[in-house]
């Protein structure tokens, strides 16, 4: 009888793998979930393995813009989530949502910071009761 192995193990282990550089680690992941039929927990163990690479340092940052953004911009971005994370890295996953109207939205482990022009109005007009 097979032990089956929880999500958060498995995203340690698999942190673990990342950190030290190993390369094949998504394929390994995929062969896994299809062997095991574990394929519709993928997200979640995403989200583990992020939520584990944080605590060692590694912060996985979303970034949402109405606009391409800059190498300048992405460098203060950079230099911002690693004094707000304490992180030693910081990856970034962005994406172009044209429904902003202007700024971004940085979303990492357990935080966001919504810098967005929507956001701000919101913030205006809440207050102007």
């Given at each position: 009888m097979a032990i089956r192995l929880s999500r958060r193990k498995l995203a340690s282990y698999l942190a673990e793998e990342l950190v030290a550089g190993k390369k094949d680690v998504p394929t390994r992941l995929?062969?896994?979930?299809?062997?095991t039929k574990r394929m519709r927990e993928l997200p979640l163990i995403i989200r583990d393995?992020?939520?584990a690479l944080a605590t060692r340092g590694i912060v996985v940052a979303d970034v949402d813009s109405a606009?391409?953004?800059?190498?300048?911009?992405?460098?203060?971005?950079?230099?911002f989530v690693k004094d707000q994370t304490k992180a030693k890295q910081v990856?970034?996953?962005?994406?172009?949502?044209?429904?902003l109207l202007g700024g971004v939205r940085v979303n990492v482990p357990g935080q966001e910071l919504d810098a967005t022009l929507?956001?701000?109005?919101?913030?205006l007009k809440a207050t102007k009761v």
């Open positions: 995929a062969a896994f979930l299809v062997d393995i992020e939520d606009y391409e953004l800059n190498a300048a911009t992405m460098k203060l971005l950079e230099s990856h970034f996953r962005t994406s172009v949502d044209e429904t929507r956001r701000k109005l919101t913030n």
